[in-house]
């Protein structure tokens, strides 16, 4: 008996015709192209399918008790995740906009957080970025204040290590003055650049 999970949730599949590990593999990419989604992780039997190893395990004879796990993303998920993030990122904005006057009435633990949600949303970012490269003919277009993702990001990392740098050193009129006038506009950007998905 073969057994299908995707992303985590056990699912009922034929088996019709496929006689080898590939023939499986082939099938459900189709089914998921047909479905507008993507696969990212394979695991047969626990084992993960690397680009490296796909050839190898593909040509392997069904034995009928295998366990297939899928994580799959489609492209409704990534355009959800850009709308929860441009709601995150508007949100952060004003957060970044009240650093200078929370540094002056020492309320230090809602700058650390505010600086933490930051990075954590960056991240998250570009994870749902870089997942959006699936779908080119949807998110190839995709500008903040007129350019690329990776772009603007090149333009941001500068502005972002200085303020990791005011941070180490606790300076806090450069860790104001940079939330203020050089992370919270950008971060609007964002948010209004992730709305029109």
Known sequence: MIEFYINGNKVDVKIEDEETVGDVLNSFEEICEENEASVIGIKVDGKTITADS????AKKVLNYNEKFEFTIVTKK???DSFIMLSQLFSELAEKMEEVPSELQNNRNVEVSDSIKKLADSIDQFSHTAALATLYP????DAKIDGLSFNDFFAEFSPVLKDFEEALQNNDTVMIGDLSEYEICPRLRSISEALKKF
């Open 54 to 57: 796909f050839d190898e395990e």
């Open 77 to 79: 998920d990534i355009q």
């Open 137 to 140: 003919e949807t998110f190839s």
